[in-house]
């Protein structure tokens, strides 16, 4: 009896050190990136006794969800992602606790990182508030199977007197799209969707066309004539040259359209090069392959950066216990199992493996995407400006404001924002 | 005054006794975020810097008023209000009048008609956006089996703004053959046998007899409706995102955009608190109607 009563009592205590063993919550996004970390977590929680729970949301939720836990005293989130248009108002705001300290205390090594992705999700005005977790910067995703197809290039070269290849600047690229818009097939696909899809899809337009958002006093550029002519490309593109309600399409929907095969091109974020290959939802599964979007010559590019960030908030419950999760996800081990499950890397190390680039041979076009891509401008207010550039450049692509009208009042409200934040004198 | 016995003191104390958990529980959850945004909506209070020590007095109700695209929301959830429960009013009170006669089955077609209405609305907009995907999507499919060209269900401003008030009938018109059907059963059933004895015509009997007596049910049902219809966000922030353009932009959307993405609490407070005053008018108009029926 008196062993029983002992083993009992011994299996409780035990069943209250496991009550009591850390558990680390982080909300995350349902996107590949996330499903890998899945994967690997067990790994984690058998290293550390440290239990992880992963929330996973849709985008759209994450910044309403996010906000009320950062802004109390005592959040529920032990660590939290960042999205790149989120960290100058996280950083104002005061909700990311610095990470040099810890940095150094454990030697981490920061300096293996794409510089570009420290700038965009690493360090803000010196200090380190995030490690940059996935890189998300957009790409053309084109078919190699219609490039290479005999009878297309016989007729390219009939209609325009020139090799069909991988398009090296924009206006070769757009005459393919034209190219390609025939047989019920369509040149391109669009994500239009309103606030972010078709902001960000469009900036890269504007950079391949040569134009900026800002100056380097911060007043907007995007209105000037170069914008214009990106947003004439993109309704075109959107209403000429792809499928009938692009403009309502986010980008799981346009994504669908071309993995169903009924376009030569979209342009996306990078992570979707590896979903062109996965057979249980692609039609086009070896016939898909990821560059930067082209520019105004061979030289140039289009492509917009974008990446999301590990960072500590201010109200995280057990910081230690997520600083111990941060050091493991992106330790040079972890972050290279990501990478062979299909991640989208921020480290050069990983750029350069050879074991990720024998399974992943797209990897080397990848890291130059990457390197040759360019930023959104970052402030205080930008899911303010996302929304309203968002919002008119729906308005001209339904029509109902012309492409200089719709940028002209985007431009007008991102200088309000700029004045505010103190960024424009 | 009437003299108030000691039993009925006690009686008083009693009732108050058991309801007060409830008042202090919907105190707690309904007065005071009301009162607190009310607060609110005086002062420049934003997320990014949470505080009370900017007072803005009437500034950001102001603001809101001069604000074209939040008066654009709110002419367009006019527009959206008055098609959705136009419609639904119609075709639900068709749909009502017939069950009411059915002789069988009635359970049966109850079941089906109250199966979108226990549909989450997120889980409802998911479905229709696969449902009308334009090129994907089983709609457009089947309208080209018989020759008809793929229709831009949510990519053009007004095809997307009443493919959202179609999805948000079929959601909600069970809620009306509901209500309507239990008023339709409650009625008498000697004014009818009375105008069949003087042969009156069914449009007449309709005319005569079921729409005057159906009145107050109609006017609590059409007034509820309203103000759900004044209030859709999930359909909306799912299916369009307010887009294309600004062609679906409701006002609750509109006011959930201010405060979580914008994080300007104080001018968000300050449009919630307008709509709140709509939408209190009609409340008043309701229990008026309410009390009507009772009487």
């Known amino acids: ?425 | 005054m009437a003299h108030v016995t000691t039993m009925e003191r006690e009686n008083r104390r009693f009732g108050w006794l058991l309801t007060a958990p409830g008042l202090v529980l919907l105190a707690a959850v309904v007065l005071f975020p009301i009162v607190w945004a009310g607060i609110t909506s005086f002062f420049n209070y934003s997320l990014i810097f949470p505080g009370y020590d900017d007072f803005a007095g009437l500034g950001n109700y102001a603001k809101a008023a001069d604000d074209g695209e939040f008066l654009h929301s709110a002419w367009i959830t006019l527009l959206f209000v008055v098609a959705v429960v136009g419609i639904q009013f119609v075709a639900g009170f068709v749909v009502a009048l017939m069950l009411n006669d059915a002789r069988r089955g009635k359970t049966v077609y109850y079941l089906i008609l109250l199966c979108p209405l226990l549909i989450n609305p997120v889980v409802v907009g998911l479905m229709w956006r696969m449902i009308l995907h334009p090129t994907l999507g089983i709609v457009n499919w089947l309208l080209g089996t018989v020759g008809i060209e793929p229709v831009n269900w949510l990519g053009a401003p007004d095809m997307a703004f009443w493919t959202v008030v179609l999805v948000d009938i079929w959601h909600q018109v069970s809620f009306m053959v509901v209500l309507l059907l239990a008023g339709l059963s409650a009625l008498p059933a000697e004014p009818y046998e009375a105008a069949r004895v003087d042969g009156a015509t069914p449009f007449q009997r309709f005319w005569h007899i079921t729409l005057p007596m159906m009145k107050p049910v109609i006017v609590v049902t059409l007034l509820i409706r309203m103000i759900f219809a004044i209030k859709t966000y999930d359909i909306i922030y799912i299916m369009t995102r307010g887009g294309p353009g600004v062609a679906t932009d409701l006002i609750s959307y509109f006011i959930y955009r201010r405060a979580f993405v914008s994080l300007d609490l104080g001018e968000a407070c300050a449009m919630a608190a307008m709509l709140l005053i709509v939408i209190a008018g009609l409340t008043a108009v309701l229990w008026r109607s309410m009390r009507q029926v009772q009487d």
């Open chain 1, 1 to 425: 009896m008196k062993k029983y009563m002992l083993s009992s009592l011994s299996a409780l205590a035990l069943t209250a050190v496991a009550a009591h063993a850390e558990t680390v919550n982080i909300l995350m996004e349902a996107v590949p990136d996330t499903t890998y970390i899945q994967q690997l977590l067990p790994e984690f929680e058998e290293a550390t006794g440290i239990d992880v729970n992963l929330e996973v949301v849709n985008y759209a939720e994450m910044h309403t969800k996010l906000v009320p836990q950062l802004v109390s005293n005592s959040g529920s989130y032990s660590a939290i992602v960042v999205d790149f248009y989120w960290v100058g108002e996280f950083f104002k705001a005061g909700w990311m606790q610095p990470l040099d300290d810890r940095i150094a205390a454990d030697g981490f090594d920061t300096s293996v990182y794409v510089p570009a992705m420290m700038d965009l999700v690493g360090q803000v005005e010196g200090t380190t508030y995030m490690l940059p977790f996935y890189n998300y910067a957009m790409g053309l995703l084109y078919r190699t199977d219609l490039l290479e197809d005999e009878a297309n290039k016989t007729a390219y070269m009939d209609a325009f007197g020139t090799e069909l290849k991988k398009p090296e600047t924009w206006d070769e690229y757009l005459q393919q799209v034209k190219f390609f818009t025939k047989d019920g097939s369509y040149g391109v696909v669009n994500q239009g969707l309103r606030p972010d899809p078709i902001a960000m899809e469009w900036s890269n337009y504007l950079f391949a066309k040569g134009g900026e958002f800002i100056d380097d006093g911060w007043h907007a550029t995007f209105n000037s004539p170069e914008g214009v002519a990106a947003l004439e490309d993109y309704i075109t593109n959107l209403n000429d040259y792809g499928p009938v309600g692009a403009a309502s399409f986010s980008f799981d929907e346009a994504f669908n359209v071309f993995s169903q095969g009924q376009a030569y091109s979209y342009i996306t974020y990078n992570f979707f090069r590896a979903a062109v290959d996965d057979a249980s939802g692609s039609a086009i599964v070896g016939k898909g392959e990821i560059m930067g979007v082209p520019g105004q010559t061979p030289e140039e590019g289009g492509s917009l950066n974008g990446a999301w960030g590990w960072a500590i908030p201010k109200s995280s419950p057990n910081p230690d216990a997520a600083w111990e999760f941060l050091k493991w996800v992106e330790s040079p081990e972890i972050a290279k199992k990501r990478a062979l499950l299909g991640g989208s890397a921020t480290r050069l190390d990983v750029f350069d493996d050879a074991e990720v680039i024998a399974k992943y041979p797209q990897t080397t076009a990848l890291k130059e995407l990457l390197l040759g891509s360019h930023n959104f401008p970052t402030f205080t207010y930008t899911p303010q400006f996302v929304e309203v550039l968002g919002r008119e450049l729906s308005l001209a692509v339904s029509g109902e404001k012309s492409a200089q009208e719709a940028l002209d009042a985007a431009a007008a409200e991102f200088d309000e924002l700029a004045i505010k934040d103190g960024r424009q004198e």
